[in-house]
């Protein structure tokens, strides 16, 4: 086999091989074969014509097209094995030559994975991350502990914000009725923003037994588009009022929050352990997120072909698709409840598309670099965790995964650790990253 590759484009170039005429001519051979079973000529039973009478008849040209599909995969792949490329598209094949008793020659247009020159990756300068757990934050989530075993109980005094008011409501726009618009003893929590803006405010200061018309002004935005922006009036009877009876910070209510604890104290502990753990995985996270991202802004790739993007597109449809179907909602069922459409989707998978093309591109780069490969323990380290993760069986996840793929997958997490464990926590938190932080530690 004679192989040429040639550059055109930087993500793009024409490979020139032939097909020796010895592998030709077996092919020719294997395809008269698989002809000569169907074949119906005067005088010869079937399946029983010479190859000559068939060259008279019909000529040898007639079983070319088929003895190329069949050789093409093999010879191209070897081709571009040969050539070291390392092809990301179908390619663009164009028969040149294809004279008897000669070589084959073949060009084929092929689309290729884009050179990555790296830049710094090791010891990188990333923002410092707060680790600390405030007793503040303990304190808060205790009291939403508190919050969450609160008992509702009947007051006959006026609704209060945080109590929470059991009514019939029904909404008009003038004077019809519209659609969705009615319910019957709901229970609303007022101060929750569960209602249109401007509903709970009014109902502030209500009793049992109480008629109310409250007057609203639908968002703009809203989903049914007859209602957006639209003035209504609801027609609404309370039936009950309720105020939160709130338990005593003390060791029964610990061990009613927690089997496993026997005191207040013991409590605060836990969640204290349980926040820093937290912390402590969103502050690597973001050191990984950052440190990364700034490793790929680091390199250097020219271009990106569209078909790499537009197959991650794909791919991560395909994941969060996947993730929704094991949760028993399919994509029909998904586009209906969000109403949204699969183009919706697909644009909102093009966000980071390429970013994430080019930090696999990167991250590629340096296992190559580094020389990171994975070790026969490391692989069956791997397939234990990814059945445990899947609740699968490990035999399964051998059959779905070959070798080379848990290698690059083994190799691909290394080189985001070599990324991560180098950098340096030397930046100071800009205000936006402040700002972020004081949000996480609310939720």
Do not use: C
């Not at 969705?180 to 009014?202: A, D, M, R």
């Not at 070790?375 to 080379?404: F, P």
């Amino acid at each position: 086999m004679s192989v040429k590759w040639e550059k055109t484009e930087s993500t793009k170039g024409i490979l020139r091989f032939t097909i020796d005429q010895d592998t030709v001519k077996k092919g020719l051979d294997k395809t008269f074969k698989e002809v000569q079973k169907t074949l119906s000529v005067p005088g010869f039973r079937k399946g029983r014509v010479p190859r000559q009478m068939f060259n008279t008849m019909y000529g040898e040209e007639a079983l070319y097209e088929d003895t190329l599909n069949n050789l093409l995969p093999e010879a191209y792949s070897k081709a571009v094995e040969e050539a070291g490329i390392e092809p990301v598209d179908q390619p663009q094949i164009d028969v040149k030559s294809m004279e008897s008793g000669k070589d084959w020659e073949i060009e084929a247009t092929v689309t290729v994975k884009p050179e990555v020159e790296l830049g710094q990756y090791k010891d990188l300068e990333v923002t410092k991350q707060d680790r600390k757990v405030s007793e503040d934050a303990v304190e808060q989530n205790l009291e939403n502990k508190r919050q969450q075993h609160a008992e509702l109980v009947l007051k006959e005094d006026a609704a209060e914000e945080g109590d929470t008011v059991v009514i019939d409501f029904e909404g008009f726009k003038g004077d019809e009725a519209f659609e969705g618009g009615k319910g019957e003893n709901y229970s609303l929590e007022l101060g929750s923003n569960s209602f249109i803006p401007g509903f709970e405010e009014q109902l502030v200061g209500v009793k049992a037994g109480d008629e109310k018309d409250v007057n609203v002004t639908f968002p703009e935005e809203y989903h049914a588009e007859d209602l957006a922006g639209q003035e209504a009036v609801f027609k609404v009877k309370v039936h009950e009022v309720k105020t939160k009876e709130m338990p005593e910070l003390d060791d029964e209510f610990a061990k009613d929050v927690d089997d496993e604890v026997e005191t207040i104290d013991e409590l605060r502990e836990k969640i204290r352990t349980q926040l820093q753990e937290g912390r402590e995985n969103a502050a690597n996270e973001t050191v990984e997120d950052e440190a990364i991202r700034k490793a790929v802004e680091n390199a250097k790739i020219d271009e990106i072909p569209y078909v790499m993007t537009h197959d991650e597109v794909h791919r991560q449809m395909d994941i969060f698709l996947n993730n929704l179907s094991n949760q028993g909602i399919s994509p029909e069922m998904y586009y209906q409840i969000t109403g949204t459409t699969e183009q919706d989707l697909h644009r909102q998978m093009e966000v980071d598309a390429e970013f994430r093309v080019r930090t696999n591109l990167v991250l590629e780069a340096i296992v190559e670099a580094e020389e990171l490969g994975a070790t026969e323990e490391e692989m069956e380290e791997e397939i234990k965790n990814l059945a445990k993760e899947y609740g699968m069986e490990e035999d399964n996840v051998r059959s779905v995964l070959t070798d080379d793929m848990l290698k690059h997958d083994i190799a691909m997490k290394k080189a985001i650790d070599l990324i991560t464990s180098t950098a340096k926590e030397t930046l100071e938190p800009t205000e936006e990253t402040e700002e972020s932080e004081v949000s996480e530690d609310q939720e």
